[in-house]
Structure formats: structure tokens, C-alpha cells
């Protein structure tokens, strides 16, 4: 039995030694191909690696060159969240001369018809550091689509705009005023990325009481058809008897659409506050700047010295509008009651 038992011992020793042989050799086998899968990996990684540094090479070169051409001149001292907003346009047409090294400040006046942009305007031309072009985009032909809009925006900040805005002195901030139904709304996705790229500065101009800016909208249209200043139509005057002959017009006012009318414009006014959102901007009102014409924000809005500024235009609805409408009864009972009573007083500031 012993005998037996050993040599079947023998016989199971002798099966199982092929199979642990094998398990060796496959073992062997499988660490030569993991060498293998490993020296491959690297190998691939190297051809990568070189691909990524060749492809993001020319654009590192170029960096400097981008900043050499931003920095010919000094830059002031700006906070760096500022630094958008300060430029060294080089025209093509021109040289700036003794100019080149003033940095410019861009911006644009977003506004509606009789809010007081023309007003402003002269204001701000009366500083000797600021240009601005006036309402640009009242010629259909430069807002026909973006591609029109953005080279006439481009001449403009390239300091290549001709008008009599231009200064002799260095100018330090350049502009225009753009009325929100001259296409500003209609491509406002695109004009807001222009703008934050290009660093451009916004000023909403708006007026408060919109019964008031209804009353010079009509008065303004019936001179235009009527020229009440010796066949001359002038939708600004410069003396208290120019005005004083405009203001003689008393407009009446269709009641049946005056809410619908006033609720549409005061949309609109929300609706450019959101489109224009993401830009650097600041919001002023008529009636607050013909008060105390305190102009002092808005000159360092720009980043120009604050000076006093000064404007020849003489306002021509000075009247409450009792006296500026003929059917003043029927707009006082519209408006009686509503939101836009406080429009049927006289003062020009809404506290």
C-alpha cells in the first residue's frame, strides 16, 4: 500500500511540473510585453509633448512684439483694471506728432431724441481734451448692418473722423452720440462686444420726465415741416428770442396712445440699461445735470482733467407744461391717477 501510495505520488508530481513551466514562461511573457506597452507610452508622449510646444511657440514669440507696439510710449499710472480703457490710436491717414504718447480714452453717448444729448454734447466739446463727433449714425448708409457700423465706429476711435469737433490740443477722450433707434439696439449683441473689446466707455443720457421730451419731440417735428426761424429749421437755438419763437408752438397730444406711447419709451430705456449691462458705463439725466450741471463725474468718468464746462445752447421749453400743451385738460385727466402723474409738474428735477 505504501509502495502504491508513493509511486501514484510520483506520477501527480510528474503531471503538475509541465503546468508550473508554463505558468513561468507566461509570466516572463507578459512582463517583456508590459516593457514593451511602457517604452511605447513614453515614446508617444515625447511626439506629443513636441507637437503641443512647437504649436503654442510662435504665439509666445509674438507676445512681446504685441507689447512692444501697445508700449512705445509711456504708459500713465492707471489701476490695471484700467488699462482697457487707455489707448495710443496710430491713424493711418495722419500723424499725431507731439500727441502720439497721449493715451485717448474711447466713448460713446447711448441716448434717445430731445433727452438733452445736444446739450451735453456742446459740454463736453467745451473741454479742450474732448471730441466728440455728434450723432454719426443719423446717416442711414454707415448703419446699414454691423460691417458698416463697425468700420464707422473704427475711424472714429482711430482718430480719422473729420468734424468740427476736432481739437487742437491733445485730445484725451473721443466719441459721438448715438441715438438708440439708429440700429443701436437692432445690434447690440455685437455692439457690446466691440465695445468691451476695444475698451469703450458708456454714457447713458436720458430724461426723467417723458411728458416733457413728448412735448419737444412734436415741437421739434412741427419746425422741421414748418421752419419758424425765418424758413430755417433748427432743432438747437443760441439766443432767448430763438427760443422764445419755438416755445410759441403748443402741441396737442393724442391721449388715446399717451400711455402706450410713454410706456414704449420707458422700455426702451430698460431694455439698452440690460443690453449694455456688461459694459463700463454711467448713467446720467437731464434734469439732474441742468440743475446743478455738476459735470465733475463724468469728466473723471472719462479720465480728464475737470474743468468748467460751458455751452451757448439756451433751452426753449422753460414753460410748465400746462402752458406747452393746447389740450392740457385731456392729458391732465389721462395721467391723473397713474404712475406718470408726477410728469404733470412743472420742475424739470424729479426728486
Not at 507578459?30 to 506629443?48: D, E, K, N, P, Q
Request: hydrophobic share 40%; charged share 25%.
Amino acid at each position: 500500500m505504501q509502495l502504491g501510495s508513493c509511486s501514484q505520488r510520483r506520477l501527480i508530481q510528474e503531471d503538475v511540473s509541465p503546468f508550473k513551466a508554463s505558468k513561468r514562461s507566461l509570466f516572463a511573457l507578459r512582463m517583456v510585453l508590459l516593457f514593451f506597452a511602457m517604452t511605447f507610452g513614453v515614446y508617444i508622449c515625447s511626439i506629443c509633448l513636441k507637437q503641443i510646444s512647437t504649436r503654442i511657440t510662435p504665439q509666445y514669440v509674438l507676445l512681446p512684439k504685441l507689447e512692444m507696439t501697445e508700449r512705445n510710449c509711456k504708459i500713465p499710472d492707471v489701476p490695471t483694471e484700467d488699462l482697457l480703457y487707455v489707448h495710443y490710436p496710430q491713424p493711418k491717414t495722419y500723424s499725431r506728432g507731439e500727441c502720439e504718447c497721449s493715451p485717448v480714452r474711447f466713448f460713446v453717448i447711448l441716448s434717445m431724441q430731445r433727452s438733452g444729448s445736444g446739450w451735453f454734447e456742446t459740454l463736453l466739446n467745451s473741454h479742450p481734451n474732448v471730441s466728440s463727433n455728434g450723432e454719426i449714425f443719423s446717416v442711414k448708409e454707415r448703419r446699414e448692418n454691423f460691417s458698416t457700423i463697425e468700420r464707422t465706429l473704427d475711424r472714429v476711435y482711430n482718430l480719422e473722423w473729420v468734424s468740427s469737433a476736432a481739437k487742437n490740443d491733445c485730445v484725451a477722450a473721443v466719441g459721438f452720440k448715438w441715438m438708440l433707434n439708429q440700429a443701436a439696439m437692432e445690434y447690440h449683441r455685437e455692439i457690446v462686444k466691440y465695445f468691451n473689446r476695444r475698451g469703450v466707455l458708456v454714457i447713458f443720457l436720458f430724461r426723467q420726465n417723458l411728458l416733457r421730451r413728448l412735448i419737444s419731440v412734436l415741437a421739434n417735428a412741427y419746425d422741421r415741416e414748418k421752419k419758424l426761424l425765418n424758413g430755417t429749421h433748427k432743432s438747437h437755438v443760441h439766443s432767448e428770442k430763438e427760443a422764445e419763437v419755438l416755445a410759441m408752438y403748443r402741441p396737442v397730444i393724442n391721449t388715446a396712445n399717451l400711455l402706450t406711447n410713454l410706456k414704449s419709451v420707458e422700455k426702451v430705456m430698460e431694455d439698452s440699461l440690460r443690453f449694455f449691462n456688461s459694459t463700463r458705463h454711467i448713467l446720467l439725466y437731464y434734469e439732474k445735470l441742468i440743475n446743478n450741471q455738476d459735470l465733475s463725474a463724468v469728466q473723471k468718468f472719462l479720465g480728464v482733467p475737470v474743468r468748467e464746462l460751458k455751452s451757448r445752447q439756451v433751452k426753449i421749453h422753460t414753460r410748465p407744461p400746462s402752458a406747452q400743451i393746447d389740450n392740457w385738460g385731456d392729458v391732465h385727466r389721462t395721467l391723473r391717477g397713474t404712475e406718470y402723474e408726477h410728469f404733470l409738474e412743472h420742475a424739470d428735477h424729479i426728486t
